[in-house]
């Protein structure tokens, strides 16, 4: 599954950076940021893998149906710096001027409030807050909303195990400068 959605960022960010090219004079300039990965295939990507964890304790508990799950799909990927440069580099629009990953706490906002500091409690529900305000519209179109309270309190929860685990934990944000080739 990995190769296949690499496969598809690849052929979309090299349409993405061609349709650009077609609007900027040459020399001109561009920066994008998105999310990313630190490529290292054992850590934690995204919070939608635990989503997906919580989504199949459910359907162990029979709360939700195998085909519902089944046929639910979210197709994100996201890439290593090294796959962004190897795509921009063969697409040849442009010449990349900077390319730098910063990592982000996931709570940054109760981290920055001072609220979750040294409670993990807190920053297990701040996350979860967070994820829920972005995701719960898709999930709730799909599996109905009766399950959306438990499902996000099993994500908070695992988030919370985290939380105690690894203490903090990041998501790189990639950001990129790129300059049009003057050809």
Excluded at 17 to 34: A, N, W, Y
Excluded at 54 to 59: H, T
Excluded at 159 to 169: H, S
């Amino acid at each position: 599954m990995h190769k296949a959605y690499l496969e598809q960022f690849q052929r979309n960010f090299k349409q993405f950076l061609k349709s650009r090219s077609e609007e900027l004079i040459p020399g001109g300039g561009m920066v994008l940021t998105f999310l990313g990965s630190a490529g290292t295939s054992s850590e934690l990507r995204t919070a939608w893998e635990l989503i997906d964890m919580s989504l199949k304790d459910l359907l162990l508990e029979n709360l939700i149906e195998k085909a519902t799950l089944e046929c639910f799909n979210m197709p994100c990927y996201d890439p290593s710096m090294e796959e962004v440069k190897q795509v921009i580099e063969e697409e040849g629009s442009f010449i990349l001027h900077k390319l730098e990953t910063i990592n982000q706490d996931w709570d940054v906002n109760g981290m920055m409030n001072g609220a979750a500091n040294n409670d993990e409690n807190m920053r297990g529900e701040i996350v979860a807050k967070y994820f829920r305000a972005v995701t719960e519209p898709l999930l709730k179109a799909h599996f109905g909303e009766l399950i959306m309270d438990e499902l996000f309190l099993r994500f908070q929860n695992k988030i919370l195990q985290l939380v105690k685990e690894i203490k903090i934990f990041k998501f790189p944000t990639l950001v990129i400068s790129l300059v049009k080739n003057a050809y």
